[in-house]
């Protein structure tokens, strides 16, 4: 399985961009993710879309970014609207080697067994 992050780049606060994560060698209805990681932090769930297209978010970026997919295309997109800096991190599209339901846990590091190499996410104030 490959994932390969693009779309990230350098924004104002208030703007926007949208990250794609293309995978390669994975079923489109397995369990998908964003995971983040600030300078100096632990990686943190940003947004994870389950088996059956229902999505989580942590609280966070609720209402501001938007998780989906492309099934044919087998690639996951986050829409992130009205950016802040605290956004400022490397972003990664992590996968799941089996099916899932929505939860809470997806938004943790351990639900998923394939990762990205990340794209980089900056937002100056």
């Known amino acids: 399985v490959q994932l390969v992050e693009s779309g990230g780049g350098s924004v104002q606060s208030g703007g926007s961009l949208r990250l794609s994560c293309a995978a390669s060698?994975?079923?489109?209805?397995?369990?998908m993710g964003w995971v983040r990681q600030a300078p100096g932090k632990e990686r943190e769930g940003v947004a994870a879309?389950?088996?059956?297209?229902?999505?989580t978010y942590a609280d966070s970026v609720k209402g501001r970014f938007t998780v989906s997919r492309d099934i044919g295309k087998i690639t996951l997109y986050l829409q992130m609207n009205s950016l802040k800096p605290e956004a400022t991190a490397m972003y990664y599209c992590?996968?799941?080697?089996?099916?899932?339901?929505?939860?809470?846990?997806?938004?943790?590091?351990?639900?998923?067994?394939?990762w990205g190499q990340g794209t980089q996410v900056t937002v100056s104030s």
């Open positions: 879309i389950a088996s059956d297209g229902t999505t």
């Open positions: 992590a996968a799941r080697a089996q099916d899932c339901r929505l939860g809470w846990w997806l938004l943790r590091q351990y639900a998923y067994d394939y």
């Open positions: 060698g994975y079923t489109y209805s397995r369990c």
